[in-house]
């Protein structure tokens, strides 16, 4: 069974700083990978995703990730945050084929400090 | 042009009261899907639908019950409330089950008092 762990449940960072946020997954086959953001009160949106092919992603608003095999890891990029990058993160992972359910992270909560 | 949207936002009502949240979506999208949001930002998916055809049930009690009266909506009864259901409802979109993006509908923020 696919799973997903964020290992940081708040990351604090002073606006135009880098950030990462960090995603572990475990599954015992192919994978697809998934960024989320929510904003307060609001619904998830795709920040970006990773299916095949390169294994750096890039996605909106800045943001990218890579694809680490080796360490099943996929771990989400900003060089520089500001202050509209504060929400929740959601990492979320998926098996190809039939009806595969996707599992979501426990999110990390970005909080940018002006 | 909203893409995926929930009736009501705001849900209060009182313990034992009967309940739906209703959804559409005008994506063209096959799947849909019920998730829940607790107060710690944890996502459970509860339902998802494909062309109609229930086909992810995850561990949900009986009392909840989806219905899809057609690809595009996705509707979802509640009976006899508990002050356990109290959370954030959403209801998102796929084109295909687990391979491309979700679209999610704004929420549906439920209050069981």
């Known amino acids: 069974a696919q799973s997903v762990t964020q290992l940081d449940s708040q990351v604090p960072v002073f606006e135009e700083a880098p950030v990462e946020l960090r995603c572990n997954y475990s599954?015992?086959?192919?994978?697809?990978l998934f960024w989320y953001v929510q904003y307060p009160n609001q619904g998830l949106q795709l920040l970006l995703k990773?299916?095949?092919?390169?294994?750096l992603v890039k996605g909106i608003n800045g943001f990218e990730a890579e694809f680490n095999k080796s360490q099943t890891s996929f771990h989400l990029r900003k060089p520089s945050v500001h202050i509209s990058d504060t929400a929740e993160y959601f990492c979320a992972v998926s098996e190809p084929g039939g009806y595969q359910k996707v599992t979501f992270g426990i999110g990390t909560k970005l909080q940018v400090i002006p | 042009d909203t893409a995926v949207s929930q009736t009501p936002k705001y849900l209060v009502t009182q313990m034992g009261n009967d309940k739906s949240i209703k959804c559409e979506q005008n994506?063209?999208?096959?799947?849909m899907y019920w998730y829940k949001q607790d107060s710690k930002k944890f996502l459970k998916i509860m339902f998802s639908y494909n062309n109609k055809e229930l086909i992810i049930n995850e561990t949900v009690p009986n009392r909840f019950s989806p219905k899809s009266p057609d690809k595009a909506h996705l509707n979802l009864h509640i009976n006899s409330l508990e002050l356990g259901d109290s959370a954030v409802y959403f209801c998102?979109?796929?084109?295909?089950?687990?391979?491309?993006?979700?679209?999610f509908g704004p929420g549906t923020r439920l209050t069981v008092t």
């Open positions: 994506l063209g999208h096959d799947t």
């Open positions: 599954s015992s086959v192919s994978v697809y």
């Open positions: 990773y299916l095949s092919g390169s294994t």
């Open positions: 998102a979109s796929s084109p295909g089950t687990g391979r491309g993006e979700q679209y």
